[in-house]
């Protein structure tokens, strides 16, 4: 059974070019979370989403960054016109419907704006 | 406002040791998990204990313990017979029955040292 899965691992973007991460729940969860770690900190919350539907985004930046899930396919957290500030490890974890507290993460994917 | 407080930014144990890191946090919600995670250098976010504010004991996952004081509003993490793999960022969590997100501390730096 194949965990949380998120790629790119590593993604270098050149200011105000655009950033795409993909996360794939584990199978037969229905919840996707994004987190945000900037370096020295601790994990942020930004999103929470199920199919088709955010539930949560009241850690999300006004601007420039959206997330979705659509009903095939992974969860994409996009980030528009980056700056060196968006450099941060982003962290997607999933959990199954009615198990909010059993919460998986992926590896992470790691931004990087030059 | 919820807020969760590791004190120690590094710690260092000898191997076989047991060591215990630190966490405090402060809510007025009475329903709420603690959880604590183990970050190697490879970035990835591993679960390693949960505990609820009901549970009556205090939780145990092998080698992991927490010391789970509620009326200190503490959630420690004591690791026995520590091993070199030990080492690692160890962040404190909480989440809220009412709420999505999880709230993570800064983290303590745990260095195993033979």
């Known amino acids: 059974n194949a965990g949380v899965m998120q790629n790119p691992r590593h993604l270098v973007r050149r200011r105000g070019q655009e950033a795409r991460l993909r996360c794939s729940p584990m199978?037969?969860?229905?919840?996707v979370y994004w987190y945000r770690q900037l370096p020295e900190e601790g994990l942020k919350f930004m999103v929470y989403l199920q199919k088709e539907n955010i539930i949560d985004e009241s850690g999300m930046p006004k601007e420039r960054f959206s997330a979705e899930f659509p009903k095939e396919g992974p969860s994409i957290l996009r980030i528009q016109q980056v700056v060196r500030g968006d450099s941060a490890a982003y962290f997607c974890a999933s959990s199954p419907l009615g198990e909010e507290n059993t919460i998986y993460f992926g590896e992470g994917s790691w931004l990087t704006v030059v | 406002a919820q807020k969760i407080t590791q004190t120690q930014p590094g710690m260092f144990v000898q191997e076989k040791e047991a060591v215990t890191l630190d966490c405090t946090y402060d809510?007025?919600?009475?329903?709420?998990?603690l959880f604590w995670y183990k970050q190697p250098s490879s970035g990835e976010m591993i679960f390693l204990i949960y505990?609820?504010?009901?549970?009556?004991q205090n939780a145990t996952e092998g080698r992991y313990s927490l010391n789970f004081q509620k009326a200190r509003k503490s959630a420690n993490l004591v690791i026995s017979a520590s091993q070199l793999g030990d080492s690692a960022m160890y962040f404190c969590a909480m989440r809220f029955s009412t709420g999505n997100q999880f709230y993570f501390g800064t983290g303590t730096s745990l260095t195993v040292i033979p």
């Open positions: 505990q609820g504010s009901y549970d009556q």
């Open positions: 199978k037969g969860h229905s919840h």
């Open positions: 809510t007025s919600d009475p329903s709420y998990g």
